[in-house]
């Protein structure tokens, strides 16, 4: 079993539409993070949401946290072309691991 | 805001060579990771290091590869006889504490074994 699927794998909005990714995962947690990456470069942290948390905004992105349902949303506002990455979602294990786990990420594009 | 570097940004090595990824994390932080990702994949833990030893790591880590600190500074990831399937992307990260942290990645490595 996966820790931090995303869907869809793949999503395509015009610019100024809103854009919503939705993250899952299978064990208790203590954070969950969003992290962006255009191809092939470096990952950007973009939000940190703790597991007692369960909305968090900064500028144009909007994170949600359901504990009981083991499942995240990023929601992008007004998309912009430069939003076009691929976005990850990371677990922390609530007991002993302190690894981040990954999950497959979402590739999102915004047509101009 | 605080900046994990790497370096080189880019490694082309042949294959049964060995090669060293550096890493400088944040100053402060105590707390070391390596992570890799296989162009077109997810991103994947290889090991974590704290008080000089490793403190966990993954099924990937196996004898051929090796973490260090040398110094107060930089933090390597050694491959001893690199392999095809080691081509990859290769992130450090640093956090200052394992619990509630968020961790501060660099930018990356990008090994090709030919």
């Known amino acids: 079993s996966q820790q931090g699927e995303e869907d869809p794998q793949a999503l395509s909005i015009q610019e100024g539409e809103n854009a919503t990714m939705n993250c899952s995962y299978k064990t208790s947690i203590n954070n969950l993070q969003w992290y962006r990456q255009n191809s092939g470069r470096g990952l950007v942290h973009l939000i940190l949401i703790r597991s007692n948390e369960r909305e968090k905004h900064s500028g144009r992105l909007r994170v949600t946290l359901d504990t009981s349902k083991k499942s995240s949303s990023l929601l992008i506002t007004a998309s912009r072309a430069a939003d076009t990455a691929s976005y990850f979602c990371?677990?922390?294990?609530?007991?002993?691991?302190?690894?981040?786990?990954f999950g497959q990420g979402t590739r999102l594009t915004i047509n101009p | 805001e605080p900046e994990v570097t790497q370096t080189p940004s880019h490694q082309v090595t042949q294959m049964g060579q060995e090669v060293i990824l550096r890493c400088v994390p944040i100053s402060n932080h105590l707390y070391f990771y390596w992570y890799r990702q296989i162009l077109g994949q997810k991103v994947e833990f290889l090991v974590s290091?704290?008080?000089?030893?490793?403190?966990?790591k993954s099924e990937i880590f196996d004898d051929q590869f090796s973490v260090e600190r040398p110094d107060g500074s930089n933090f390597t990831l050694k491959i001893r006889s690199t392999k095809l399937e080691d081509s990859a992307m290769y992130f450090c990260?640093?956090?200052?504490?394992?619990?509630?942290?968020?961790?501060?990645f660099g930018p990356g490595t990008r090994l090709t074994v030919l």
């Open positions: 990371a677990t922390d294990a609530a007991i002993g691991a302190q690894k981040l786990v």
């Open positions: 990260a640093s956090s200052e504490t394992t619990s509630g942290r968020r961790e501060y």
């Open positions: 290091f704290y008080n000089n030893e490793i403190s966990e």
